[in-house]
């Protein structure tokens, strides 16, 4: 907090400052925001033995009501199926990493897909949470690209918890990423 504070002072106190320097002050106090905020994701996760599903659904609601105030010209839509067991509870890093594979498909859409849908659905089959998260966007040559770190942390994610991770996409159709959890 301090570090954003004194950049922002930085960058209004030297009003005739070169568009360089003000663009990388705004690069570093974006960064450390964001950082601030995956940290205190991380202690959420941390301070707790297990997270229910009703803990990881407010967090995801928390964060979809951000990005839809941060990116008015895409609608967002948050599902989650009847059958679901709502009273199912995950380990702590199980809930992290299923609650920061949605975070980065959902930022991953913001970012690059020029979407202006994107939804995010949780449903329950055969003892297994299906979380689809999809977008109306661009899509992409699956195997024209090499995976960058998002979809390459997303598949780590899903590894580290026994999950199956799943991107389905072609130029010009969207992209649906898929993360279908084990019940534990």
């Known amino acids: 907090t301090f570090i954003i ?24 106090s974006s960064f450390t925001g964001q950082t601030i905020n995956e940290l205190r994701d991380t202690i959420w996760a941390m301070n707790k033995n297990s997270i229910t599903f009703e803990d990881l659904q407010s967090r995801i609601s928390n964060f ?3 990005a839809r105030a941060t990116s008015s010209n895409v609608q967002f839509e948050f599902m989650i199926s009847s059958e679901v067991d709502v009273e199912h509870t995950f380990t702590s ?7 920061r594979v949605i975070q980065e498909a959902v ?3 913001i970012k690059y897909a020029e979407a202006s849908s994107i939804t995010v659905d949780v449903s329950e089959v055969q ?12 899509g992409f040559n699956i195997n ?8 390459n942390n997303m598949k ?13 996409t072609s130029e010009g159709e969207g992209t649906q990423i898929v993360l279908s959890v084990h019940k534990e």
């Not at 504070?5 to 002050?25: A, E, R, T, V």
């Not at 890093?93 to 609650?99: P, S």
């Not at 024209?144 to 979809?151: K, S």
């Open 64 to 66: 979809i009501d951000k």
């Open 144 to 151: 024209g690209i090499e995976f960058g770190n998002g979809l």
């Open 156 to 168: 780590k994610r899903a590894k580290d918890i026994n999950a199956k991770f799943q991107v389905n």
């Open 5 to 28: 504070s004194s950049l922002d002072n930085l960058k209004y106190g030297f009003g005739n400052m070169q568009d360089d320097l003000s663009g990388k002050l705004a690069g570093i």
């Open 127 to 138: 003892k297994q949470f299906r979380i689809e998260i999809k977008d109306d966007g661009e």
């Open 93 to 99: 890093v199980a809930g992290m990493n299923i609650y």
């Open 107 to 109: 930022n991953n859409a």
